[in-house]
């Protein structure tokens, strides 16, 4: 293995430059020549191939984002556009390829390795949503993100005596809700994996309210609803002040906490070390505190569970009386 090269793919994550930083750096290293591959499949297809040194990485770890740009491309979906990526790749001499990010990027990866150049994918993406792995890049930094906003808001609604509903990413997925929630002490925390129904969120309030409390939290995954619509109804029902607040792209960006940053280097050094071992069409990730790695299909095919008993615990400390899972 001589000539590796890296991307990007789908949406971005902080801790994707530490990842690009260490495959690089560790790669060089190892005597390999590193390419950096620009806006992922996309710049594949377009033969967009950076020749990566130790400086062209310099200055980027603390930096969300990623340096190599990240892009979605249909016409990889194609015969066409994937052989015309593994024409290019054979064309440089690329031995294998790095492929960071979420769920549709690994089956490219699967795809090109299926085409006989091995790859290994990182899991890059804040959602949290792929099963096989405890963790993603940048899921931690936008908890952070969330846990930051949760806090400002708090100060302004709890002044007012108002109900703050804050709506945050992850897709399918509650795990943003739930770990941004719980440790921002959000009173209601709303996940598509546990279904509430409106009485029983309207239940919650009015128990607070009785107890004296008038200002509550609400994190609302975005797969929940709106949270306009919660706010609408919340104020329709209770005559209470409501607020809702969309937190949207601030997520996604930012600088990656410690967190992420050694998580994206200790993956970007991981899948250096199995294409050099000989190894492709695996994902890299982390289980039980101990870093895994796994074929990309069955990755795949695993079932995201969602930790229910965590929900049930953050339900506890915010100080609710009702338990929702049984
Ligand atoms: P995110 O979790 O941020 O959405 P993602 O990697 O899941 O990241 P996608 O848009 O699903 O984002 O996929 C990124 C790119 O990967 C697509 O634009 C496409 O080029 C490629 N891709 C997705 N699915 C496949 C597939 N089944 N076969 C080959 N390539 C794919």
């Known amino acids: 293995m001589k000539k590796i090269a890296v991307l990007t793919s789908g949406g971005d994550a902080p801790g994707m430059n530490a990842a690009i930083r260490a495959a690089v750096r560790y790669g060089i290293n190892e005597g390999m020549e590193v390419f950096g591959i620009e806006r992922g499949y996309a710049g594949l297809i377009e033969n967009v191939f950076l020749p990566m040194n130790m400086r062209t990485v310099s200055d980027i770890v603390q930096r969300g984002g990623t340096l190599l740009r990240t892009a979605r491309s249909a016409e990889f979906l194609t015969d066409e556009g994937q052989e015309l990526a593994v024409k290019f790749l054979h064309k440089r001499g690329i031995d294998g390829v790095i492929v960071i990010g979420g769920d549709g990027s690994f089956r490219g990866a699967e795809a090109l390795s299926k085409r006989g150049i091995p790859t290994v994918g990182i899991p890059g993406t804040i959602d949290n949503d792929l099963a096989y792995t405890d963790f993603t890049l940048g899921f931690d930094t936008a908890c952070n993100t969330v846990l930051d906003a949760i806090n400002k808001l708090r100060d302004t609604m709890s002044s007012h005596d108002r109900i703050c509903i804050i709506e945050v990413m992850g897709r399918g997925c509650g795990d943003i809700a739930l770990h941004a929630g719980l440790g921002g002490g959000a009173e209601i925390v709303l996940v598509p994996e546990v279904p509430m129904t409106y009485l029983e969120i309207l239940d919650r309030l009015n128990e607070d309210r009785s107890k004296g409390k008038f200002s509550s939290i609400i994190v609302v995954a975005e797969g929940v609803c709106k949270a306009e619509e919660l706010q609408r109804k919340i104020k329709d029902s209770l005559g209470a002040a409501v607020r809702a607040t969309v937190l949207g792209h601030l997520q996604r960006g930012g600088s990656p906490s410690a967190r ?25 990730g982390i289980k039980d505190n101990r870093f895994i790695d796994m074929e990309i299909d069955k990755a795949m095919k695993m079932k995201k569970e969602f930790d229910y008993e965590l929900y049930d615990l953050a339900n506890v400390v915010s100080n609710s009386a009702i338990s929702y899972i049984h």
């Open 260 to 284: 992420d940053r050694y998580l994206g280097t200790c993956w970007g050094v991981q899948a250096v070390k199995l294409l050099k071992e000989g190894k492709g069409n695996r994902v890299v």
